[in-house]
Every structure is written in structure tokens, then in C-alpha cells.
T-cell receptor, first 109, second 110 residues
Framework: DAKTTQPPSMDCAEGRAANLPCNHS???????VYWYRQIHSQGPQYIIH???NNETNEMASLIITEDRKSSTLILPHATLRDTAVYYC??????????FGAGTRLTVKP | DTAVSQTPKYLVTQMGNDKSIKCEQN?????MYWYKQDSKKFLKIMFS???????INETVPNRFSPKSPDKAHLNLHINSLELGDSAVYFC?????????FGSGTRLTVV
């Protein structure tokens, strides 16, 4: 049973912000939202995580709605190298990451 | 100096053979994992070990046996390989937040 719902694919123009949505309407109070991405033929890469506050790091920003039922990963200036499958994961256990189908983001020149 | 290294990178073998995939991490992490990514690209957890102790064991055929000689190593041994075992196998490690994945081992069973 999937804990998250993501669109299967999205396009973004190079240099523009990429906003990737994730629905997690059944999230529990102790569950964090994690984002990973997988560039073609590579292992997944951790991007960011959050509980309820918005978070930002050198890779991306994570916006979590006040009711925590959805979140958005923002890549502020997408480049061609950001083309990847992006996974949104909800988990209360750092040691238990279950990957769904993700969103295939294609950044176009 | 690769943080999580898997060997071999590619493995082609016949049905019925026994093979092993090795994983080593030099990050000092306590927890290591094996994931399987099939042809449909779904990435599924198989096993996880914390300080050499098995903590996650998904519904994986018992032909698959993980072995952790120390916390820096988690090897995957597969007996009696079947066509359906063809996939990319990823090793990962973590200490707190964020997994570090290896580059994968592409196993092809013919």
C-alpha cells in the first residue's frame, strides 16, 4: 500500500524552477518526508528531508503543507543534469526507506 | 575513494549457478542495505543489517542469503539463480539521515 502519490512524469525548462509534488494524506505524526533521486544508471541519491517545517539545502527546498498531507520539492534553477526519477518517501524510521514509482523529471534545453 | 563500492559491476551467469555480490562502505556507517531494482525500475528493499545484525528481511526467497562479516561489509549470496533474478542490485549504507548508495551490480541470468 503506497504511502505517497506522485505524478509519473514532468517536464521543466532548463534554468527554471522545477516543482515536484507529492501527496501523503495518511502521513502519521512521527513520519518524516524524504526525497531521493536516481539519475539514469546510478544509485539513488539523498536530497532532503523534513518533518513539518520547510527545509532548504544546497540541492533543493522542501515545502510541507501545514496539514502535512502534501509536500513539494523545489529545484530552484533546474539544469540538464537534474533529469532523473525523483522519489518521495514517508517513513518514521531512518533505517526503512520504501521507494515508490517516483516522478520522472525531464529538464529540457 | 568510493564511499559504497560494489563488485562486480556486471555479472552474467547461467541459470542454476551460485553467485555472490560484495559490498563495502568506508563511511563508518552502522547500517547497510540491499535493494533490488527490476526491469520495471521498481526499487525494493531486500535486507538491512545494523552492526552485523539483520533488522529487515523482506519476503525474499531463501536462495538469497546476506552475510555481514563486519559492519563495513554486506555481501549477498544467491543460490540456484533463476531468470527472474535478473535485475540491478544496489547496496547502501546509512548513519542517521540519508542513505549512500553504491553504483549497482547488473545481474543477468541466461
Amino acid at each position: 500500500d503506497a504511502k505517497t502519490t506522485q505524478p509519473p512524469s514532468m517536464d521543466c525548462a532548463e534554468g527554471r524552477a522545477a516543482n515536484l509534488p507529492c501527496n501523503h494524506s495518511t502521513i502519521s505524526g512521527n513520519e518524516y518526508v524524504y526525497w531521493y533521486r536516481q539519475i539514469h544508471s546510478q544509485g539513488p541519491q539523498y536530497i532532503i528531508h523534513g518533518l513539518k517545517n520547510n527545509e532548504t539545502n544546497e540541492m533543493a527546498s522542501l515545502i510541507i503543507t501545514e496539514d502535512r498531507k502534501s509536500s513539494t520539492l523545489i529545484l530552484p534553477h533546474a539544469t540538464l543534469r537534474d533529469t532523473a526519477v525523483y522519489y518521495c518517501i514517508v517513513s518514521s524510521n531512518n533505517n526503512d526507506m520504501r521507494f515508490g514509482a517516483g516522478t520522472r523529471l525531464t529538464v529540457k534545453p | 575513494d568510493t564511499a559504497v563500492s560494489q563488485t562486480p559491476k556486471y555479472l552474467v551467469t547461467q541459470m542454476g549457478n551460485d553467485k555472490s555480490i560484495k559490498c563495502e562502505q568506508n563511511l563508518g556507517h552502522d547500517t547497510m542495505y540491499w535493494y533490488k531494482q527490476d526491469s520495471k525500475k521498481f526499487l525494493k528493499i531486500m535486507f538491512s543489517y545494523n552492526n552485523k545484525e539483520l533488522i529487515i528481511n523482506e519476503t525474499v526467497p531463501n536462495r538469497f542469503s546476506p552475510k555481514s562479516p563486519d559492519k563495513a561489509h554486506l555481501n549477498l549470496h544467491i543460490n540456484s539463480l533463476e531468470l527472474g533474478d535478473s535485475a540491478v542490485y544496489f547496496c547502501a549504507s546509512s548513519q542517521g539521515i540519508g542513505y549512500t548508495f553504491g553504483s549497482g551490480t547488473r545481474l543477468t541470468v541466461v
